[in-house]
């Protein structure tokens, strides 16, 4: 198997006296689409955030493409190419979707925000731009002010935020939410369309979704790793089947 992209080792963390992360371990394949799942409260985007660099672990190790990125800040682990999507979206409403991406150009440039004055007119940011709102299908809608654009359109414009920064692998905390069927469906091919290119962590409730889309799946309950394996396997799980009968039962 190729070398992980990207290594959670022993990763743990506390708010208080509630563990949230309690030892987490698991590694994701370059290309893979590894999926994060878990009952509400289980620590799921309190890792993701971990591991994008918003919060500082307790103990443990975060290896990415090789190198200890632990003490790496947020704005370095993006650098380095580990992208992220939000849990809630993150786009700026009054600029139109073109501009938004071409602010993560920007970003990865390692420009400061105040240069994007200049930058609206610059091939150089808007190229990429235009070639990753092309690859979630909104070339259409470039020019269209993000807080115009719907539901499902603004989360896929969240992933060409992430694809404009020429990521090795991303995070996509629950892209899904809140998105109608007809748009989850529309997501979900965009998720499909990206399999193989990029590593993907994937927290996602939406278990139809997970099981067409996941290469693997991670069970996370009360911060630990569960079942971590093939999707058929874990979902035949006896325990993966308990922690979900509390939620669903
Ligand atoms: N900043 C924080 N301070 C204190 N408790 C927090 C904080 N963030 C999350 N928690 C708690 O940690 C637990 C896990 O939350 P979270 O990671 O958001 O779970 P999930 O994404 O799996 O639903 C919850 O009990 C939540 O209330
Ligand atoms: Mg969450």
Redesign the pocket.
């Known amino acids: 198997m190729a070398e992980p992209v990207l290594v959670l080792e022993a990763l743990s963390k506390s708010?208080?006296a509630?563990k949230?992360t309690d030892g987490v371990s698991l590694a994701v394949a370059p290309g893979e689409l590894h999926a994060l799942i878990?009952?509400?409260?289980?620590?799921?985007?309190?890792?993701v955030?971990q591991i994008s660099g918003m919060l500082t672990p307790d103990a443990g190790t975060i290896r990415f493409r090789g190198q200890d990125v632990t003490a790496f800040n947020a704005e370095k682990r993006a650098r380095h190419g580990l992208a992220r999507t939000f849990?809630i979206t993150s786009t700026i409403a009054s600029l139109s979707a073109l501009e938004n991406v071409a602010l993560g150009v920007q970003a990865k440039a390692g420009h400061p925000l105040s240069f994007f004055r200049n930058a609206a007119s610059d091939e150089r940011l808007n190229r990429p731009a235009r070639a990753a709102l092309d690859a979630v299908g909104l070339s259409e809608r470039a020019h269209v002010p993000a807080g115009s654009l719907s539901h499902g359109e603004k989360r896929a414009l969240e992933i060409a935020m992430a694809l404009a920064l020429e990521p090795a692998a991303i995070l996509l905390?629950e892209p899904l939410a809140g998105v109608g069927k007809e748009e989850g469906e529309r997501l979900i091919g965009l998720l499909k369309s990206l399999k193989g290119r990029y590593a993907m962590l994937l927290?996602e409730h939406d278990m139809e979704a997970v099981f067409a889309l996941a290469d693997t799946v991670s069970v996370?309950v009360y911060?630990r790793v569960i079942a971590s394996g093939d999707p058929a396997a874990v979902r035949a799980d006896p325990a993966v089947r308990e922690a979900y009968l509390g939620e669903e039962g």
């Open positions: 708010f208080g509630l949230v878990g009952p509400n409260g289980a620590g799921k985007t309190t890792l955030h849990q905390d927290v996370l911060g």
